[in-house]
């Protein structure tokens, strides 16, 4: 199965008079859908913009892994369990909430700052909070994150090229930037007819390998997820 959702598609949200722009690609806050709660571990994939000076005071997560990609700006982070950071483009970011942990997200930068930022749930939840910042993401980065019994590839690519979709239970697309198009065997619904461009997300169940074929200059984030029905089996 392959299921394109267009930018355009995303709930809309943040509170633009306070510098805060989101679009949300699976049901999030008053944006309730009750058939796209979540896909695979996947249950949120948030694109964010904060004008300067604009973030989000202290707030409270449990249970969940976040994971954050600054694309443009700079992203200053601030958590109860003591740490404080400045995360940059090329920069993924990681906060495991576990029991609990609350923490500030905001733009202390003079530049608009733009990142996309995504929740798992984790197999097992409780336990401490722990946090980390794998700094210059290369190319062919890829990021395990056992917890959710998940992994994110970074992938980029000059025009022409082409960027590998691996094989599992789902695999969650999210282009960053660039356009591509999604090769091999196509659905019902005309999958990889047209290019995908930034904010445009593919959601692949059921298929084997496929590739990205990229249109223009690309960057995307690929979720490469196990079944957690059967993980936790």
Known sequence: MIRIQRAAERY??????????????????????????RFGALLACNEERLAPGAGFDEHPHSHTEIVTWVVEGELTHHDTAGHTTVVRPGDLQRLSSAGGVRHVERNDGDVPLVFVQMW?????????????????????GAYDLPAA???????????????????????????????????GETGADG?????????????????????????????????EMRDWRRALG
């Open 149 to 183: 019994d998940a992994r994110l590839h970074v992938r980029r690519a000059e025009a022409g090229g082409t960027i590998p979709v691996p094989a599992a239970d789902f695999v969650y697309v999210h282009v960053v930037r660039g356009t591509v198009a999604l090769g």
């Open 120 to 140: 798992l749930a984790p197999l097992s939840p409780g336990g401490e909070p722990s946090y980390e910042v794998v700094r210059g993401t290369g190319a062919s």
């Open 191 to 223: 999958a990889g007819e047209e290019p995908l461009g930034p904010g445009d997300a593919v959601r692949i169940t059921g298929s084997g390998d496929r590739t990205l074929v990229a249109t223009t200059g690309a960057e995307v984030l690929v979720w």
């Open 12 to 37: 809309p949200g943040g509170d633009r008079a306070a510098g805060i722009e989101t679009r949300h690609a699976l049901s999030f806050g008053p944006h309730y859908d009750p058939d796209n709660l």
